[in-house]
């Protein structure tokens, strides 16, 4: 399972590090996704980071605000946010994926197992 955590009541322009622990599997064979749910709207893939960290993939709404990285030896997975925005207010998840890399394409929902309950972010205007 994966657990999320990290998330909170902040101003617009503020930060925030979401945090992602793996217990029971080794996430090192697998790609992982930040994801998140918005009120009244549809799951969405914000991110995805490969096995070795080198590959990393973001949606456009979050290019150049959000870093994906990860931690193997922790188990973790990691999302730093700077400068949000009140649309950037939603539930976050994070998955583990079924292969290696970020293929697939990576923002399915059908691409990941292991999701996690969430931890939620509000962004204040």
């Known amino acids: 399972q994966v657990a999320e955590s990290g998330g909170g009541l902040v101003q617009a322009g503020a930060s925030l590090k979401l945090s992602c622990i793996a217990s029971g599997f080794a996430v090192d064979g697998f790609g992982l996704g930040w994801f998140r749910q918005g009120p009244g709207k549809e799951r969405e893939g914000i991110s995805c980071i490969g096995s070795n960290g080198l590959e990393t993939y973001y949606t456009d709404s979050v290019k150049g605000r959000f870093t994906t990285s990860r931690d193997n030896a922790k188990n973790t997975l990691y999302l730093e946010m700077n400068m949000l925005k009140p649309e950037d207010t939603a539930m976050y998840y994070c998955?583990?994926?079924?292969?290696?890399?970020?293929?697939?394409?990576?923002?399915?929902?059908?691409?990941?197992?292991?999701w996690g309950k969430g931890t939620q972010v509000t962004v204040s205007s």
């Open positions: 998955a583990a994926g079924t292969t290696s890399d970020c293929s697939g394409p990576w923002s399915g929902k059908e691409k990941y197992n292991y």
